[in-house]
């Protein structure tokens, strides 16, 4: 899809790019935007976390590693019927894709069966699949290609100078591995990363130069702001400057045009008006819902709101998902009722 852009991003390059006034800056990544999207929709996913804590990895950044103590709550693999009702409820609220999250550093071949079975589950709600299960082998990848997942998240997170200083237990090749058979399968990726964990400038140059230059740009971007979390070794880590994190996204944007690059986490920390200014860098995607996986974001109804402040109104879901039962149409969803009465 996106082989016709650059993919030989030298980083002088995107220094560059970081370097241009603010103004600058934010015009070219619109004008970007406007070449490939509707610069007033945003796509809306719905997360869940079907398996929380534990994790043997030790991202310094998460709530969900077991060499911390967060005092999160551990919870096993939710039953089938869990996730089913939780993806209807998201369908209900105007969601077109349910991301499923697991604390894995890959999935067991206990429960892998269930997993390819909630993969079938919510397909058939008519709602885009997407999975984060961490390192996937190439029979896993095909299995899950198989059961008709659509999208799988695997994020690269840092640069590859910086990753050691936030993760010991696993490697930045190991990761380009898993989306290398994530690609193969015919599996949509989604990779980004987490900026405000005291990397420098330069990592987050190297960062979206690792994403922009693999073979093919990832479908979609997520680029978090690090929500700090009380026990982990980042929980004092200095606030990125807000005007960075709107720089990452548009340079995010003239880098991968045709990508949805994600306003992730760390909305329920920005005000409206950041929010606002990520739209115009070029993000064009959201997580919706009052949960991420662990921490809160934005209420639903605050987002319709916002939304309707804005003119902005969700994208409809892609064709990918079309043998199946088609979506609630967009003005049917209470997402659209609630736009619809919202003040502007
Ligand atoms: N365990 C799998 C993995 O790491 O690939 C999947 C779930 S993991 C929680 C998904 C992504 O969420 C991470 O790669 C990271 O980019 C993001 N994330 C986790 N904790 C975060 C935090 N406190 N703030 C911002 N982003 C976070
Ligand atoms: C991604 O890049 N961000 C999401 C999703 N992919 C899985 C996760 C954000 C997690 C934020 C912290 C939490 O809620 O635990
Ligand atoms: Fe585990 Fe994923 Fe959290 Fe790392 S980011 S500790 S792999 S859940």
Not at 160 to 178: C, G, V
Request: aromatic share 6%; net charge negative.
């Amino acid at each position: 899809m996106s082989l016709s852009f650059r993919h030989d991003w030298q980083n002088h390059e995107i220094e560059q790019l970081f370097q241009l006034p603010f103004n600058d800056l934010l015009f070219q990544a619109q004008g970007v935007h406007r070449q490939h999207f509707d610069p007033n929709a945003v796509q809306v996913s719905t997360l869940l976390s079907i398996k929380t804590g534990a994790c043997p990895e030790d991202c310094k950044y998460c709530s969900q590693s077991g060499h911390y103590n967060t005092g999160l709550a551990k919870e096993k693999l939710l039953a089938l019927e869990t996730v089913l009702t939780e993806a209807a409820t998201a369908r209900t609220n105007g969601a077109t894709r349910f991301c499923m999250g697991a604390a894995w550093k890959h999935p067991s071949a206990r429960d892998f069966p269930l997993v390819l079975a909630m993969v079938r589950g919510v397909r058939e709600l008519g709602l885009e699949t997407c999975m984060t299960l961490g390192q996937l082998s190439v029979e896993q990848t095909a299995a899950l290609a198989e059961a008709g997942l659509d999208y799988y998240n695997h994020n690269l997170d840092t640069s590859r100078e910086y990753y050691d200083k936030i993760i010991t237990t696993r490697h930045f090749d190991e990761r380009l591995d898993t989306l290398a058979h994530v690609r193969e399968a015919g599996i949509k990726v989604c990779s980004g990363g987490i900026v405000g964990m005291g990397e420098q400038a330069r990592d987050r140059v190297g960062l979206l130069r690792e994403l922009a230059n693999l073979p093919q740009h990832p479908e979609s971007v997520p680029i978090n702001n690090l929500v700090k979390i009380k026990g982990t070794p980042l929980e004092h880590v200095d606030d990125l400057d807000p005007f960075d994190f709107v720089r990452m996204i548009a340079v995010a944007r003239i880098l991968m045009p045709r990508s949805h690059v994600r306003l992730s986490a760390g909305r329920e920390q920005m005000n409206d008006q950041m929010q606002a200014l990520c739209f115009f860098a070029g993000a064009n995607s959201i997580f919706y819902g009052e949960r991420l996986l662990t921490t809160a974001n934005p209420l639903a109804s605050s987002d319709m709101q916002l939304f309707a402040r804005l003119g902005i109104h969700p994208e409809p879901a892609r064709a990918a998902t079309a043998q199946a039962e088609p979506l609630v149409p967009a003005q049917h969803s209470q997402f659209h009722d609630a736009m619809a009465s919202a003040d502007h």
